[in-house]
């Protein structure tokens, strides 16, 4: 066990709806990231809150959004969707003080989204 | 885009055997992480490397981070039907602003019996 919760373990909706995962760190970590899984792409970092601000972005799509709160919980917004979204998502903390070079970072168990 | 490639991309091998998996890139890392995953599960942190040269062990598990911080390796001896999995290398570039990693497609591993 991570200690690194995400929820929904599974969700199901269809194409055009809007859904939302939920993300709770390790406790005393600072920083949450977002990733995508699929089968052909591999695992594809989309995005990083730390201490509640946005600290850095990588191959999020505009219909997908994201916030960190007081608390340092973290939610994943995903709207309009397609079937091209269905994939694992994943949820990482770290404590975000490690410094430049070591990005240890601890995995949650995963949503899977199925579009249909 | 920056590209982090692992070899091969599947294994299987038969149980007592020892075999190593691959990590490479065109550009330097300053930090590199090793993750085992297991179907429907989040990947689990085994090692990480900052040091050229550095070489870890996690007993049947041997991690070499090569001397330019391009490229690692992943060696396992006896392996063990219990190390069947994905087996994910993961790098932090040098300048790279983000904290997100970059994650190489992975090496599916299975050791049968």
């Known amino acids: 066990d991570s200690g690194v919760t995400q929820t929904p373990k599974h969700l199901i909706t269809a194409t055009g709806q809007r859904v939302t995962l939920r993300c709770s760190p390790r406790s005393g970590d600072l920083s949450v990231y977002w990733y995508q899984q699929s089968l052909d792409q591999g695992l594809q970092f989309l995005i990083q809150y730390y201490n509640g601000e946005e600290r850095a972005k990588g191959n999020i799509l505009e219909r997908f959004s994201a916030q960190q709160f007081p608390d340092l919980h973290s939610e994943l917004n995903l709207s309009s969707l397609e079937l091209g979204d269905s994939a694992l998502y994943f949820c990482?903390?770290?404590?975000?003080?490690?410094?430049?070079?070591?990005?240890?970072?601890?995995f949650g168990p995963g949503t899977r989204l199925t579009v249909t | 885009t920056q590209l982090l490639e692992q070899s091969p991309q599947f294994l299987s091998i038969q149980e007592g055997e020892n075999l190593t998996v691959y990590c490479n890139s065109s550009s330097v890392f300053s930090s590199l992480q090793w993750y085992r995953q297991e179907p429907g599960e989040g990947p689990v942190l085994l090692v990480t490397v900052v040091t050229g040269g550095e070489v870890k062990k996690l007993k049947r598990l041997t991690f070499q981070f090569g001397d330019a911080r391009k490229d690692s390796s992943l060696h396992i001896t006896a392996a063990q039907p219990g190390d069947t999995g994905l087996y994910l290398c993961?790098?932090?570039?040098?300048?790279?602003?983000?904290?997100?990693?970059?994650f190489g497609k992975g090496t599916h591993l299975i050791i049968q019996p």
């Open positions: 993961a790098g932090a570039y040098e300048g790279g602003g983000a904290d997100g990693l970059t």
């Open positions: 990482a903390s770290s404590d975000g003080t490690s410094g430049g070079s070591l990005y240890e970072q601890y």
